[in-house]
T-cell receptor, first 114, second 114 residues
Framework: SAVISQKPSRDICQRGTSLTIQCQVD?????MFWYRQQPGQSLTLIATANQGSEATYESGFVIDKFPISRPNLTFSTLTVSNMSPEDSSIYLC???????????FGQGTRLTVV | QKEVEQDPGPLSVPEGAIVSLNCTYSNSAFQYFMWYRQYSRKGPELLMYTYSSGNKEDGRFTAQVDKSSKYISLFIRDSQPSDSATYLCAFNNAGGTSYGKLTFGQGTILTVHP
């Protein structure tokens, strides 16, 4: 399976600031996704990152808060904007070629907002 | 009703025990069934993947799917301390607006003690 390099691995940020998380895949993938995970909890999908078009957001997540870029088939970024302590979480990116293939994940970004 | 329910809750077993993890789901459109393992501070990694009812074995791991009862299980034989991790069931529609997206269970934290 492909490998995703995600960075930063962790960060502590001041409230009101923004953080951009980057994911680089070592091969081209059709689909990329961004998830949020509270420690010890399940994964919640934030959005699907579409190459060449706007990202598709899940209910409860909006583009102004979580702008996403997908400039090519190997790279995507998620920005967490105007952060508050409630945004403290683990953010994960995932890549996938199709529904009958494995979804693989980056190592996650552990974000703490103070 | 939640789309996916995963049990048991945190599980602690002695080394060598057989472990049974279970998920029930309500969405009849789910066609692909997966189990992911997530070590602390890492991204999830795929353990088992299947799309048909029945059993699938891979070493000490067996995935079982019963589509008629909307129930999947993961069995771990001869459990080892290295199996200590969070186990997540995951589901995928074959198409439509949910194409490529995974729906995860809440996760089971497994601890295997020597």
């Amino acid at each position: 399976s492909a490998v995703i390099s995600q960075k930063p691995s962790r960060d502590i940020c001041q409230r009101g600031t923004s953080l951009t998380i980057q994911c680089q895949v070592d091969s081209q993938v059709t689909m990329m996704f961004w998830y949020r995970q509270q420690p010890g909890q399940s994964l919640t999908l934030i959005a699907t990152a579409n190459q060449g078009s706007e990202a598709t957001y899940e209910s409860g997540f909006v583009i102004d808060k979580f702008p996403i870029s997908r400039p090519n088939l190997t790279f995507s970024t998620l920005t967490v904007s105007n952060m508050s302590p409630e945004d403290s979480s683990i953010y994960l990116c995932s890549g996938r070629q199709g529904v009958d293939t494995e979804a693989f994940f980056g190592q996650g970004t552990r974000l703490t907002v103070v | 009703q939640k789309e996916v329910e995963q049990d048991p809750g945190p599980l602690s077993v002695p080394e060598g025990a057989i472990v049974s993890l279970n998920c029930t789901y309500s969405n009849s459109a789910f066609q692909y069934f997966m189990w992911y393992r997530q070590y602390s501070r890492k991204g999830p990694e795929l353990l088992m993947y299947t799309y048909s009812s029945g059993n699938k074995e891979d070493g000490r791991f067996t995935a079982q799917v019963d589509k008629s009862s909307k129930y999947i299980s993961l069995f771990i034989r001869d459990s080892q301390p290295s199996d200590s991790a969070t186990y997540l069931c995951a589901f995928n529609n074959a198409g439509g607006t949910s194409y490529g997206k995974l729906t995860f269970g809440q996760g089971t934290i497994l601890t295997v003690h020597p």
